[in-house]
Nanobody, 121 residues
Framework: QVQLVESGGGLVQPGGSLRLSCAAS????????MGWYRQAPGKERELVAA???????NYADSVKGRFTISRDAAKKKVYLQMSSLKPEDTAVYYC???????????????WGQGTQVTVSS
């Protein structure tokens, strides 16, 4: 069973930083993109940042210049470095892999269970 496990969330003051990590329990055959999404209470889940297999990145306008997505060389982990955090960044953050388990499988979306990020003084 594929599991994505996020870590690194917590409570931080405005202006502070956090680094989220996401680790997969399996080695995927290939992936097209890894990303971070977030969902605040009463709001829809939104894309925060994504990185493709080729290394291209994409960010929500609200986090550009403050957040940085990266992945390790083995491509089993994805990170989100968050700086200059604001109260409106408060949400549950989810990692997402769009990947194939084998050469015979179709690409699928895999999700972590989420990690809470709270920005408050």
């Amino acid at each position: 069973q594929v599991q994505l496990v996020e870590s690194g969330g917590g409570l931080v003051q405005p202006g502070g930083s956090l680094r989220l990590s996401c680790a997969a329990s399996v080695r995927f055959f290939s992936f097209s993109a890894m990303g971070w999404y977030r969902q605040a209470p009463g709001k829809e889940r939104e894309l925060v940042a994504a990185i493709t297999s080729g290394g291209s990145t994409n960010y929500a306008d609200s986090v550009k210049g403050r957040f940085t997505i990266s992945r390790d060389a083995a491509k089993k982990k994805v990170y989100l470095q968050m700086s200059s955090l604001k109260p409106e960044d408060t949400a549950v953050y989810y990692c997402n892999y769009n990947a194939k388990l084998s050469s015979f499988s179709f690409p699928m979306d895999y999700w972590g269970q989420g990690t809470q990020v709270t920005v408050s003084s």
